[in-house]
């Protein structure tokens, strides 16, 4: 079945600092969505890439969708203490309609 | 305001006793969903339901059972027969045959001692 590898599984990072995650897919994605869960809580969705090579910016967030359809990254500039969490990429494939979450990232940003 | 109740938030059981979760949704969607997080692992598929009075099994569907009765509610039994049923769970909503936004509950936390 379709697989979805994400990785670093942990980042820390000193606040100020850039953050990336990726995520690579054994089979090519019609679309794919990020999440992100603060410390207790649960996920919420971020954005979702659709088109091959597809870019999108939520302020100091950059989301990237490879152009197989098969990976993609997200992108934090100069991290904030307000980051922090574990962020989940979720791929779908095919005629399905079930997404495959990432095992996830979490984001520790250190003062 | 329209969303997704998960309730109890902290269950407490000792082994060999079924437990019921309940999710209900106000947001009219036809699809819903049941994930298990533990630390490292992600979310993980237990059940879901595309339509009212139909569901199916997902990744690790044993020793989990659902019903979907009506179109806001989707509980979840945890039964003894799942082995290792010590987790958070995961409530999930969004419109029918669409790969859009998931919307999730805030989670209900399964102690089993």
């Known amino acids: 079945g379709q697989q979805v590898m994400q990785i670093p599984q942990y980042q820390h990072v000193q606040e100020g600092e850039d953050f990336t995650t990726y995520c690579n897919s054994s089979?090519?994605?019609?679309?794919i969505q990020w999440y992100k869960q603060r410390p207790g809580g649960h996920p919420v969705f971020l954005i979702q890439?659709?088109?091959?090579?597809e870019v999108k910016k939520q302020k100091r967030l950059t989301f990237q969708f490879g152009e197989a359809k098969k990976n993609s990254s997200l992108h934090i500039t100069a991290t904030q203490t307000t980051d922090v969490g574990t962020y989940f990429c979720?791929?779908?494939?095919?005629?399905?309609?079930?997404?495959?979450f990432g095992r996830g990232t979490s984001l520790i940003v250190h003062p | 305001d329209g969303g997704i109740t998960q309730s109890p938030k902290y269950l407490f059981r000792k082994e060999g006793q079924n437990v019921t979760l309940s999710c209900e949704q106000n947001?009219?969607?036809?699809?819903m969903y049941w994930y298990r997080q533990d630390p490292g692992q992600g979310l993980r598929l237990i059940y879901y339901?595309?339509?009212?009075?139909?569901?199916q099994k997902g990744d690790i569907a044993e020793g989990y059972s659902v019903s979907r009765e009506k179109k806001e509610s989707f509980p979840l039994t945890v039964t003894s027969a799942q082995k290792n049923p010590t987790a958070f769970y995961l409530c999930?909503?969004?419109?029918?045959?669409?790969?859009?936004?998931?919307?999730f509950g805030e989670g209900s936390r399964l102690t089993v001692l």
């Open positions: 947001l009219n969607h036809d699809a």
């Open positions: 979720a791929g779908t494939s095919g005629g399905s309609y079930i997404p495959t």
């Open positions: 999930a909503s969004r419109t029918g045959g669409s790969t859009g936004e998931l919307f």
């Open positions: 089979t090519t994605l019609s679309n």
């Open positions: 339901s595309q339509i009212v009075n139909d569901f």
């Open positions: 890439l659709v088109k091959s090579g």
